[in-house]
């Protein structure tokens, strides 16, 4: 099955910062998301962005699809960034289910 | 427009007991997913409803583990009997179509099998 792994696994930042986290991927895929994680628990999306380029606020979004990567910009941290950052994929052989990536654990001091 | 809902926040129970989670997805959203979290690793896919019916349920431990979606609105999860190894964050997650578009995810219940 498809393989996503996200890089780096783990991130310290302090406020203010600008970070780049990268998903990658072993197979085409029809969709991706990138999801936030907070320390609750909860899972919050961030994009859905099976190609191209997205932006919202300080968060902005890239996937190219022929490379098989995404990559998730956040730009002047704050401290409620913190939390785990997934990328979920559905391979393009259409099992029409996501796989999660491996996480990258953020923690933006103040 | 209200988001998944899901109940319990959190449950403990002993192992060998039953429990059950409920979940309800976005209006109007057909398709219905239950994953497990174990702390420290991303969701795993457990069952992916489509309307009423099961689209993959290929991870599913079926000797204790069943869902159903009756009505192809809310959906029910249940345990029976709980191991220790069951301890996780149950997440459920709704999108519109039948193939995956977008997920949106309710707040999860957390399981501890004592």
């Known amino acids: 099955g498809i393989q996503v792994e996200q890089s780096p696994p783990d991130l310290i930042l302090q406020e203010g910062a600008n970070s780049t986290l990268r998903c990658n991927f072993s197979?085409?895929?029809?969709?991706l998301q990138w999801f936030h994680q907070n320390p609750w628990g909860q899972l919050i999306n961030l994009f859905y962005?099976?190609?191209g380029t997205k932006q919202n606020g300080r968060l902005s979004a890239t996937t190219v699809a022929t490379e098989r990567y995404s990559l998730l910009y956040i730009s002047s941290s704050q401290t409620t960034d913190s939390g785990v950052y997934f990328c979920?994929?559905?391979?393009?052989?259409?099992?029409?289910?996501?796989?999660f990536g491996t996480g990258t654990r953020l923690k933006v001091l103040a | 427009e209200a988001g998944v809902a899901q109940s319990p926040r959190y449950k403990i129970i002993e192992k060998r007991q039953s429990v059950a989670f409920w979940c309800n997805p976005i209006?109007?959203?057909?398709?219905l997913y239950w994953y497990q979290q174990i702390l420290g690793q991303g969701p795993k896919l457990l069952i992916q409803?489509?309307?009423?019916?099961?689209?993959?349920d290929s991870q599913l431990p079926k000797d204790r583990f069943s869902a159903e979606r009756l009505k192809g609105v809310d959906s029910t999860l249940k345990i029976q009997p709980a191991k220790l190894e069951d301890s996780a964050v149950y997440l459920c997650?709704?999108?519109?179509?039948?193939?995956?578009?977008?997920?949106?995810f309710g707040p999860g219940t957390r399981l501890t099998v004592l």
């Open positions: 197979d085409s895929v029809n969709n």
């Open positions: 979920a994929v559905e391979a393009a052989s259409g099992t029409y289910k996501y796989i």
């Open positions: 209006s109007g959203h057909a398709t």
């Open positions: 409803f489509q309307n009423n019916g099961v689209v993959d």
């Open positions: 997650a709704s999108s519109s179509g039948p193939s995956v578009n977008e997920q949106f």
């Open positions: 962005i099976p190609s």
